[in-house]
C-alpha cells in the first residue's frame, strides 16, 4: 500500500482532533461538575436525571409553601393570643364592676376601658395576613369578616371554610380558622326561667346547672318544663317532676325558703297544697362574644339597673367570656398540632430532598478523580500527537537523500 502525503496529513489531524475533542468534553464535565449533557450521551441517565430534578424541584415549592403557612400560622397564634389576654382583661373589669360599692361614675369609667377593649378585640378578629387576606373570614378572604350592622350588633359575613395549603406529596394543612367557630358561635350562659308568678328561679351554681342544663335539655321538646308541687303534711313537702312526671327531687317545704335543685335556688311564695308552680330551661343560645360586651357596658351605663338585674348581666357577661375564651383556648390547641405537624412535614421534606439531590448527583455528576485523570491522560496523548505529526510531516525523499 502506498502512503501519501494526504494520507499523512489526513490521519494526523483526524488524530489532533480526536484528542482535542476528549480534551474539550473533560474540561467541560470538570468545569459543569455534570457526566453527561445531552441524552444522547447517556438517554437512561439523562431519563433518571430529568425525572429526580422534578421531584427536587416540587419539594423546593414545598418548602415555599412551608414557610408561608408557619409564617401565616404564626400571625393567627399572636393575634389569638393577643384576643385571649383583651378577654381575660375585660373579665377582671367585669369582676370590678360587680361590686355595689362602685359608684356610677366608676360603673361608666369601667363601660369606658371595656368599650376599648372591645375595639382591640373587634380590629383583631378583623386582622389581614402578609397577603393582605383576613385572617377569620374562612374562605371569603377578600370580604371583612366582622361588621357592625345598622342595629348596633355584630355580625359575621364570612363562611366556615378554611383554605389549605399542600406541604408535601401527601400532606395539606389548613392556614387559617373561621371566624364563625372561634367568636361568633359562642355559648351564652344557659339559664332557667319561671312559667307560673309563683315561683323564682335564680343560679345558684352555674357549674352545676350547666351540667345538668347539658344532660337534660331536650330540643325535640317543646318546652323543658319542671313541675313542682307542694303537700300539706308533718312537715310539708314538696315533690319536683319533669315534663314526663317522673321524680327529680322531694324535699320538706317552707313558704319562702329556697330548694336548691341542681345548681338552682327556687323560691316558691304559695302555700304548702297550693296551685303547682313551673319552671322551664331556656332554649340555648349562641352570640357573637362582641355582643356579649356591648350587653354588658349598656347596663353599666344604665343608671336604673336593678341591683339583682346588673348581678345578671355581670353573670351573663363572664360566662359568653369565659365560653369565647374556650374557643380560643381550643383553636389555639389546633393551630399547635398544626404547626407541630408543619414542622415534622418541613424535617421529612429537607431528608427526602436530600437523598434525591444524592441520587441526582450518583447519576448524574462526575467522579472529580476520574475526570481529572483523564484530562490528563488527553493532554498526554495529544501532545504525543502533535510529536509525532511533526516529526512524521518532515518525511520526504528529499530529506531522505540528504
Known amino acids: 500500500m502506498r502512503i501519501t ?24 464535565q470538570l468545569q459543569s461538575g455534570n457526566r453527561f449533557k445531552t441524552s444522547g450521551e447517556d438517554p437512561s441517565g439523562m431519563s433518571q436525571k430529568m425525572a429526580l430534578t422534578k421531584e427536587i424541584d416540587l419539594f423546593k415549592q414545598y418548602s415555599i409553601n412551608g414557610s408561608l403557612l408557619e409564617n401565616s400560622l404564626g400571625h393567627e397564634e399572636t393575634i389569638l393570643s393577643s384576643i385571649n389576654t383583651a378577654m381575660m382583661s375585660a373579665q377582671t373589669l367585669i369582676q370590678k364592676a360587680n361590686n355595689s360599692a362602685v359608684s356610677l361614675d366608676d360603673r361608666n369609667a369601667i363601660a369606658g376601658e371595656l368599650e376599648e377593649l372591645q375595639q382591640q378585640v373587634f380590629d383583631l378578629m378583623n386582622s389581614k395576613n402578609s397577603q393582605g387576606e383576613y385572617i377569620f373570614g374562612g374562605n371569603q378572604s377578600k370580604t371583612q369578616p366582622f361588621v357592625k350592622d345598622a342595629n ?9 371554610g378554611q383554605r389549605d395549603i399542600q406541604v408535601s406529596p401527601t400532606v395539606s394543612i389548613a392556614a387559617n380558622d373561621s371566624g364563625q367557630n372561634l367568636f361568633q358561635v359562642v355559648a351564652t350562659r344557659r339559664n332557667a326561667s319561671a312559667i307560673t308568678a309563683g315561683i323564682k328561679v335564680d343560679i345558684a351554681d352555674q357549674g352545676d346547672f350547666d351540667s345538668f342544663y347539658s344532660n337534660n335539655y331536650n330540643p325535640a321538646l317543646a318546652s323543658n318544663k319542671y313541675t313542682v308541687t ?13 315534663a314526663g312526671g317522673n321524680v327529680m327531687q322531694t324535699g320538706d317545704y317552707t313558704v319562702g325558703n329556697k330548694i336548691p335543685f341542681n345548681g338552682m335556688a327556687l323560691t316558691l311564695n304559695v302555700p304548702a297544697g297550693g296551685a303547682a308552680q313551673e319552671l322551664a330551661l331556656d332554649p340555648p343560645k349562641n352570640d357573637n362574644i362582641l355582643n356579649g360586651m356591648s350587653d354588658f357596658i349598656g347596663a353599666l351605663r344604665n343608671p336604673a339597673i336593678l341591683p339583682e338585674d ?3 348581666e355581670a353573670a351573663d357577661a363572664q360566662v359568653h367570656l369565659t365560653n369565647a375564651r374556650l374557643n380560643v383556648d381550643r383553636g389555639l390547641g389546633e393551630l ?4 407541630n405537624s408543619l414542622e415534622q412535614v418541613i424535617n421529612s421534606n429537607d431528608s427526602l430532598s436530600t437523598l434525591n439531590t444524592q441520587a441526582r448527583g450518583k447519576v448524574s455528576d462526575i467522579d472529580l478523580y476520574e475526570v481529572i485523570s483523564t484530562l490528563a491522560k488527553e493532554d498526554a496523548a495529544l501532545s504525543a500527537s502533535q510529536l509525532s505529526f511533526s516529526k512524521i510531516s518532515r518525511l520526504t525523499l528529499f530529506d531522505y537523500i540528504r
Open 336 to 339: 399547635g398540632g398544626r404547626m
Open 5 to 28: 502525503t494526504n494520507m499523512i496529513y489526513s490521519r494526523n489531524l483526524s488524530s489532533l482532533s480526536s484528542a482535542n475533542e476528549r480534551i474539550a468534553k473533560a474540561s467541560e
Open 152 to 160: 348596633g350588633a355584630y355580625v359575621f359575613q364570612g363562611d366556615t
Open 230 to 242: 307542694t303537700a300539706v303534711g308533718t312537715p310539708n313537702t314538696y315533690q319536683i317532676q319533669d
Open 310 to 312: 346588673f348581678q345578671s
